[in-house]
């Protein structure tokens, strides 16, 4: 799991210690070719690091990307009560690291050195959008 996570910018900053710690919460989910993981729109209450497979990123049923193995998607969702601001489809079978929120939160509270790598990868990704 540890492996998986080094590869993800999101949590690649991190030490051993707090990759350890964010690998004992997160859950393997699988998703199915053409489901809809999320629709724009939605609360979220998880974030999804794709360990196998491919996902369509739409908005207002456009395709704005296509993700694949190590991409993560959803990460807004830990840290704002905001709706989903895009859907995810998958396109093909996906195999995905699941962490919610609750248990995010937990971690920026036993482990504070997660806080400040996290905050500066969502600050990061939410001006890649914009």
Same mark, same amino acid.
């Given at each position: ?6 590869? +993800? ?5 991190? /030490?051993? !210690? ?6 004992? =919460? $997160? %859950? ?8 809809? +993981? ?5 609360? /979220?209450? !998880? ?6 497979? =491919? $996902? %369509? ?17 959803? !990460? ?55």
């Amino acid at each position: 799991m540890i492996e998986i996570l080094k590869k +993800i910018p999101f949590f690649a900053q991190l /030490g051993d !210690e707090d990759m350890k710690a964010i690998g004992e =919460k $997160v %859950q393997m989910q699988y998703f199915g070719s053409e489901q809809v +993981i999320f629709e724009q729109g939605d609360y /979220g209450e !998880e974030m999804y690091v794709i360990k196998r497979g =491919k $996902v %369509q990123v739409l908005r207002d049923f456009n395709i704005l990307a296509v993700l694949s193995d190590n991409a993560f998607f959803g !990460e807004m969702a830990l840290v704002s009560e905001e709706p989903r601001n895009a859907t995810i489809r998958a396109v093909t079978d996906v195999e995905a690291l699941v962490l919610k929120k609750d248990d995010f939160r937990e971690l920026l509270e036993t482990k504070p050195s997660i806080a400040s790598v996290v905050s500066y990868e969502v600050v990061k990704r939410a001006n890649q959008l914009s």
